[in-house]
């Protein structure tokens, strides 16, 4: 059985992909790091402590965006190790693929995740390391394993509205619905959106653009790049030296320039509506 370690800066990701792997049968343990410093300390304790050891891993799942060291940067570090654990990359993009497999990754998972993809990444990694039928008794009595069950909805489903009022987004196999009233601003992360409430944020992917279209009827505005701001969730509009920003709440967002007279006006219109 695999001993898993997942690596991705993003915490909804890495819960999601942690959920997934210790669904399937084949995975003895799977744990997080959450960037790759982190990953490599981890790396370097399970070698140190020998294949059998209590800290052993087999093989990495491994972002490659990620804050600092890249998972490429990553990958070729651990390729000077005597004993590197295998390498399978979970990522959003598919540009990197040549570079993966000149790495000698076992496979390269695209974002967002489907467990059946995920399922054959695992049967990969135990095939290399001789341990494809390596699946518990028990397990195998069961039937199939759990990850290659109907795929739950992907994340760019998810993010469709649920009636007038609501959003459903996923985390770690959950569907959750979120008040879109409850949303203060939303921040651009990539090919994602991070959906920001007093109670906590919440990642999707879908670009902020389309958000923009959808939710401009409900008193969304764009004020920047990255962010769109629901309107009456502005507290203060500030002017400082030719920039202006806004505070949300505890948080304070650029204005670019091309959306501040605009959001002035708006602004002004919605106070004496």
Same mark, same amino acid.
């Given at each position: 059985?695999?001993?898993?370690?997942?690596?991705?800066?993003?915490?909804?990701?890495?819960?999601?992909?942690?959920?997934?792997?210790?669904?399937?049968?084949?995975?003895?343990?799977?744990?997080?790091?959450?960037? !790759?410093?982190? *990953?490599? @300390?981890?790396?370097?304790?399970?070698?140190?402590?020998?294949?059998? +050891? &209590?800290?052993? #891993?087999? $093989?990495?799942?491994?972002?490659?965006?990620?804050?600092?060291?890249?998972?490429?940067?990553?990958?070729?570090?651990?390729?000077?190790?005597?004993?590197?654990?295998?390498?399978?990359?979970?990522?959003?993009?598919?540009?990197?693929?040549?570079?993966?497999?000149?790495?000698?990754?076992?496979?390269?998972?695209?974002?967002?995740?489907?467990?059946?993809?995920?399922?054959?990444?695992?049967?990969?990694?135990?095939?290399?390391?001789?341990?494809?039928?390596?699946?518990?008794?028990?397990?195998?009595?069961?039937?199939?394993? !759990?990850?290659? *069950?109907? @795929?739950?909805?992907?994340?760019?489903?998810?993010?469709?509205?649920? +009636? &007038?009022?609501? #959003?459903? $987004?996923?985390?770690?196999?959950?569907?959750?619905?979120?008040?879109?009233?409850?949303?203060?601003?939303?921040?651009?992360?990539?090919?994602?959106?991070?959906?920001?409430?007093?109670?906590?944020?919440?990642?999707?992917?879908?670009?902020?653009?389309?958000?923009?279209?959808?939710?401009?009827?409900?008193?969304?505005?764009?004020?920047?790049?990255?962010?769109?701001?629901?309107?009456?969730?502005?507290?203060?509009?500030?002017?400082?030296?030719?920039?202006?920003?806004?505070?949300?709440?505890?948080?304070?967002?650029?204005?670019?320039?091309?959306?501040? @007279?605009?959001?002035?006006?708006?602004?002004?219109?919605?106070?004496? +509506?």
């Amino acid at each position: 059985m695999l001993r898993v370690l997942a690596v991705d800066d993003e915490k909804p990701l890495l819960e999601e992909l942690l959920y997934l792997l210790r669904s399937d049968p084949r995975v003895r343990s799977a744990e997080g790091a959450s960037d !790759a410093t982190e *990953a490599l @300390r981890r790396v370097t304790r399970a070698l140190e402590s020998g294949p059998d +050891g &209590p800290d052993g #891993i087999d $093989v990495v799942f491994l972002d490659i965006h990620m804050a600092g060291l890249t998972g490429l940067d990553v990958a070729r570090l651990l390729a000077g190790f005597a004993r590197p654990p295998l390498i399978v990359f979970v990522t959003a993009h598919e540009g990197f693929a040549v570079q993966a497999f000149d790495l000698k990754a076992v496979d390269y998972v695209l974002k967002p995740v489907r467990p059946e993809r995920l399922a054959e990444a695992v049967r990969r990694t135990c095939a290399q390391l001789g341990r494809a039928e390596e699946v518990p008794a028990a397990a195998a009595a069961a039937g199939p394993p !759990a990850v290659s *069950a109907p @795929r739950p909805p992907a994340p760019e489903a998810a993010v469709a509205d649920r +009636g &007038p009022e609501q #959003i459903a $987004v996923e985390l770690g196999g959950v569907t959750r619905f979120v008040a879109i009233a409850d949303i203060a601003y939303v921040e651009a992360q990539g090919d994602y959106a991070r959906l920001h409430t007093d109670e906590g944020s919440h990642l999707v992917r879908i670009p902020l653009s389309t958000l923009e279209e959808r939710w401009g009827a409900r008193g969304f505005v764009r004020i920047h790049r990255r962010h769109l701001v629901a309107l009456a969730r502005i507290d203060e509009l500030r002017l400082d030296s030719g920039t202006t920003t806004v505070r949300v709440g505890s948080a304070e967002l650029q204005v670019s320039r091309r959306h501040s @007279r605009e959001l002035r006006d708006l602004l002004m219109r919605h106070a004496t +509506g």
